[in-house]
């Protein structure tokens, strides 16, 4: 069974500064898609980035960038120059094919 | 476009209470599924489908089931309501597989809080 595991239940940041959310994954799958979601107070789950496991790129989007290591089965996010609106729930994710195999989550609080 | 709408947003119901929570997608996606988030669990999958007629379980499936006349509606039914399930249900869609569709991204509804006492 796929599992990924989010060992950082809390994580705090002041802003504009940087901060890392760890995220590790098991899989016997040699291809396969990573996620990171947001969720705000909102409840709403919003998609912050994708990684496709065979291109060694990092995947980057604005602010946010990963840190992807095949080999270890990890990849973290990192937030850069934080905002208070980046304060929310954060969940990584792994495909099983057809849905998503979610950790427990990293809630982020950002300090003025 | 409307998305995924998921209704109603909070429910409160009493133990033994059946009920349904709706789920309606208008992206034409083939793929849906039903998760429930509970405090430091992250969220989990209850059941899925892959298309019209065609469901299949997921991690957590007992307690709920769960059909697919048409391409737009995927209802998730519990029968008989206990305190264990008492969640925030999440509705989610994608136009093909996560993995088989190449890392196509869930479209997630806004959830429905469930309290059952």
């Known amino acids: 069974a796929q599992t990924v595991t989010q060992s950082q239940p809390e994580m705090s940041v002041q802003e504009a500064e940087t901060v890392t959310l760890s995220c590790t994954y098991d899989?016997?799958?040699?291809?396969?898609?990573l996620f990171w979601y947001k969720q705000p107070p909102s409840r709403q789950m919003i998609l912050v980035i994708r990684q496709e496991a065979y291109k060694q790129q990092n995947a980057t989007e604005n602010r946010f960038s990963v840190n992807f290591q095949k080999a270890a089965k990890s990849f973290s996010l990192k937030i850069s120059d934080s905002q208070l609106g980046d304060a929310a729930m954060y969940f990584c994710?792994?495909?099983?094919?057809?849905?998503?195999?979610f950790g427990k989550g990293t809630s982020l609080l950002v300090t003025p | 476009n409307a998305g995924v709408t998921q209704t109603p947003k909070f429910q409160v119901l009493k133990t033994g209470q059946s009920m349904t929570l709706q789920c309606a997608q208008d992206?034409?996606?083939?793929?849906m599924s039903w998760y429930r988030q509970d405090p430091g669990m992250g969220l989990r999958l209850i059941h899925y489908s892959v298309g019209a007629g065609i469901t299949d379980q997921g991690e957590v499936p007992n307690g709920y089931n769960v059909s697919r006349s048409t391409t737009e509606d995927f209802p998730l039914r519990l029968l008989s309501a206990a305190p264990s399930q008492t969640s925030v249900y999440f509705c989610a869609s994608s136009y093909a597989g996560v993995g088989t569709g190449g890392g196509t991204p869930l479209h997630f509804g806004n959830g429905t809080r469930l309290t059952v006492t």
């Open positions: 992206m034409n996606h083939e793929y």
């Open positions: 899989t016997s799958e040699s291809d396969y898609y």
């Open positions: 994710a792994q495909d099983s094919g057809y849905a998503l195999n």
